[in-house]
């Protein structure tokens, strides 16, 4: 149980492209979602939190305009990295939480690179 | 300042020998701990949670173990199979349900 899947694993793209990242849920409800951004033997750092029908809540630091979410359903965020540059290039990585004080389990990753 | 410590940063084992690695919490409220496993170009996978001093969880070769300052993961008789990065991380009262991570201790087991 507890499945996040995360598509897609990887992504080659130019600079100033869009690029969508989906975040699923497969076998609960997820009443929040997590975004995080690794960097190579680095620990995460949370990006952005988001309740479903809501805002995201975004990290000190982090441009809302530049990576937008979406949370419309219990099982779904999207991250969208708009107009990306070769600085975005990292490792996205998603995570889905039920109620309470549950644990968060995570997608497998997107590997952007932008060219 | 809410804190979580992992030590040691790396850590390499023959197979079947037993350790522990450890992570520290300066977290006020704490309302649980998390620990994870993560391979190389993959997500964490979650492996426990503790909420309580002197919870213990068990999982094959994994034990974790909880105190008021710290919590261990125990590995008995590793297997190169358990080779990966081990991460812990703490939620707290009022935080929103946002993890403090510790950066990790990163196991290799050889056979």
């Known amino acids: 149980g507890a499945v996040v899947s995360q598509h897609p694993s990887r992504v080659i793209c130019k600079s100033g492209t869009s690029v969508k990242i989906e975040c699923r849920s497969l076998d609960f409800q997820a009443t929040t979602m997590f975004w995080y951004r690794q960097f190579p033997k680095k620990s995460l750092m949370l990006m952005a939190t988001?309740?479903?029908?809501?805002?995201?809540?975004?990290e000190q630091g982090v441009e809302k305009d530049k990576f937008l979410i979406n949370h419309a359903s219990l099982t779904l965020s999207t991250l969208t990295v708009t107009s990306a540059h070769p600085e975005d290039s990292s490792f996205y990585i998603c995570?889905?939480?039920?109620?309470?004080?549950?644990?968060?389990?995570f997608g497998d990753g997107t590997r952007l690179s932008i060219l | 300042e809410d804190q979580v410590t992992q030590s040691p940063e790396a850590l390499r084992l023959q197979e079947g020998e037993s350790s522990s690695l450890n992570c520290s919490y300066t977290?006020?409220?704490?309302?649980?701990l998390f620990w994870y496993r993560q391979d190389p170009g993959k997500g964490p996978e979650f492996l426990f949670t503790?909420?309580?001093?002197?919870e213990e969880k068990e999982k094959e070769r994994l034990k974790a173990t909880l105190t008021k300052k710290e919590s261990f993961l125990h590995i008995t008789a590793p297997k190169p199979e358990d080779s990966a990065t081990y991460l812990c991380?703490?939620?707290?009262?009022?935080?929103?349900?946002?993890?403090?991570w510790g950066l990790g201790t990163s196991l290799a087991v050889n056979p």
């Open positions: 995570s889905a939480a039920d109620r309470g004080n549950q644990p968060q389990h």
């Open positions: 503790l909420y309580s001093a002197g």
């Open positions: 991380a703490a939620v707290y009262a009022g935080n929103n349900r946002k993890l403090i």
């Open positions: 977290v006020s409220g704490l309302r649980g």
């Open positions: 988001s309740n479903e029908g809501s805002k995201a809540t975004y």
